[in-house]
């Protein structure tokens, strides 16, 4: 079985096929604890991560990541880990725009199988 067809297990429950995971937390502690082994799990497997932050958080963020077992040096060498700040997506040209955050967004997310990467 490839590495990429493997069960996904994610708070307690194996994700289908499709594995998009939305969830609601009422703390940032509580989304580290339950984000983190998902994330870190689905690198170790050889997929590609895309996250977006706030860029007062970036550094907190990348650091949790660290405290997670993720090399993120590594991962981000070998462009496994991107980690993209609000500035960079939601508000690059200044304001919200949906169509331009699901373009960029898609377009993210597809660069990933050109990189090599399953996922």
Not at 2 to 7: C, F, H, M, V
Not at 79 to 106: H, I, N, P, S, W
Not at 111 to 117: Q, V
Request: hydrophobic letters at 35%; glycine letters at 6%.
């Amino acid at each position: 079985m490839a590495a990429s067809d493997r069960p996904i297990f994610f708070a307690g429950s194996m994700l289908g096929a499709h594995r998009h995971v939305c969830a609601f937390f009422s703390s940032a502690k509580e989304e580290y604890e339950t984000l983190l082994p998902f994330v870190r799990d689905g690198l170790k497997r050889g997929e590609r991560a895309y996250h977006v932050c706030h860029s007062n958080d970036r550094d907190e963020h990348l650091e949790q990541l660290r405290n997670a077992d993720v090399d993120v040096t590594e991962a981000q060498r070998k462009r496994q880990l991107e980690v993209a700040t609000v500035e960079e997506t939601y508000l690059r040209d200044g304001c919200f725009d949906k169509e331009e955050m699901l373009t960029l967004t898609q377009q993210r997310l597809k660069s990933g199988a050109g990189l090599g990467f399953p996922r």
